[in-house]
Every structure is written in C-alpha cells, then in structure tokens.
T-cell receptor, first 114, second 116 residues
Framework: AQKVTQAQTEISVVEKEDVTLDCVYE???????LFWYKQPPSGELVFLIR??????QNEISGRYSWNFQKSTSSFNFTITASQVVDSAVYFC???????????FGKGTSLLVTP | DARVTQTPRHKVTEMGQEVTMRCQPI?????VFWYRQTMMQGLELLAY????????DSGMPKDRFSAEMPDATLATLKIQPSEPRDSAVYFC??????????????FGQGTRLTVV
C-alpha cells in the first residue's frame, strides 16, 4: 500500500519569509515517483516537480527547492522569500510500479500575507 | 499549448439524473486518470486507464459510476443516478506510462458538479 502524509494542514507566513512544506511517504515499491502539485484559489492543479526514487539529488528552481531523503522517506518543499502569489494548497503525491496511479496527500494550505 | 480539456466546467443537476463528464487527454499521452476532490476526502482516484484499458477502478462506486475510453481522444465518466453526495470537483488527468517510466500527470480544469 502507498501512503502520503502531509502533516501540516495550514501554514500562514508573512511575505518574504521562507517556508517548508513537509511530505512523508510510505511504499513497498522498489521504483517510485514523487510529485508536488500546486492548487491556487482558481482551482486547477499545476504540476511542479517529479522525482524518481533513484535520484536523491536536491532540486532548485528559482525560489522553489525540494529535498528528497530516502532514509527518512521524505520529500520536502521549500519556498524561499515567499510571495502572496504563492498562496495555494500544495499537494505531495506518490506513484509506484505496483500501481502507477498518483496517490495524493491531504494537502497543505499556504497563506502568504503582505 | 497542449492541455487536458474537460467539459462541462460546471454542472448542476437534480438527484436521480444522469451526469456525463468528458475529457480530452493530451495528444500522445497513454494514461488517463479520473479523480474526485472534496473537502472531506481530498483527492480520490476513481479510475485509471492505460492505452485505453481500465487498470484500476477500485475507488469508483460501481453501482452508479462508470468510466470508459471510447477512443484515445475521449474519456468519459458517467454517474447514473446522481445523488447529492456526488457533489464534488471531478478532475481528469493524462500522462505517459511506458512501463519503464512514469511521467507527471497533467490535470484538466475540472468539472464542478452540484447535485440538488
């Protein structure tokens, strides 16, 4: 069985603060993929990143960075110098070779205030 | 700009009526997913197709829901009869699964269904 846990239900920060969204996963698959999606107030789901289980390198894209640690089964997402436009619900998801469909966490609602 | 297209965007219907939601996946993608999003349950997988064959529909209430892919450019999700508890946003997504690798899934804008 696959499971994704996003323990932080809601986070509120002031603009320009750094914020880290946690994601912990469980899987018995030997090959799996981890994803982050953003859902802004408009409702669409926007793909942010995909990482496979063989690649533990951290990734940085502008103000976004991701820390993948297999030892702790975590795939955390950090936004540096947050902006109001970052306000959204962020979902972590897991897919593996036992099922392939994406299993989503419950999401973390991020509010960035001016 | 390739994108997943869902119709209708909004649907209000009376309890007991049939509802059909349509999805056009991104050209070239061989996997299609249907998800339902509610406040209580979050994002739930309803059905998953690969190369038009249903691989997983364990999350779908079989007595009233059905999902099909008549061809590679169209996926449908049907509810008959609809009930108020079916009110939710239904998302379609498409991606690529080669067997050796899974790509990310791209989501449509969703169909907001309200059953009264």
């Amino acid at each position: 069985a696959q499971k994704v846990t996003q323990a932080q239900t809601e986070i509120s920060v002031v603009e320009k603060e750094d914020v880290t969204l946690d994601c912990v996963y469980e899987t018995r698959d030997t090959t799996y993929y981890l994803f982050w999606y953003k859902q802004p107030p408009s409702g669409e789901l926007v793909f942010l990143i995909r990482r496979n289980s063989f690649d533990e390198q951290n990734e940085i894209s502008g103000r976004y960075s991701w820390n993948f640690q297999k030892s702790t089964s975590s795939f955390n997402f950090t936004i540096t110098a947050s902006q109001v436009v970052d306000s959204a619900v962020y979902f972590c998801a897991l897919s593996g070779n036992s099922g392939y469909a994406l299993n989503f966490g419950k999401g973390t609602s991020l509010l960035v205030t001016p | 700009d390739a994108r997943v297209t869902q119709t209708p965007r909004h649907k209000v219907t009376e309890m007991g009526q049939e509802v059909t939601m349509r999805c056009q996946p991104i050209l070239g993608h061989n996997t299609v997913f249907w998800y339902r999003q509610t406040m209580m349950q979050g994002l739930e997988l309803l059905a998953y197709f690969r190369n038009r064959a249903p691989l997983d529909d364990s999350g779908m209430p079989k007595d009233r829901f059905s999902a099909e892919m008549p061809d590679a450019t169209l996926a449908t999700l049907k509810i008959q009869p609809s009930e108020p508890r079916d009110s939710a946003v239904y998302f379609c997504a498409s991606g690529t699964n080669s067997g050796a690798e899974i790509t990310e899934a791209f989501f449509g804008q969703g169909t907001r269904l309200t059953v009264v």
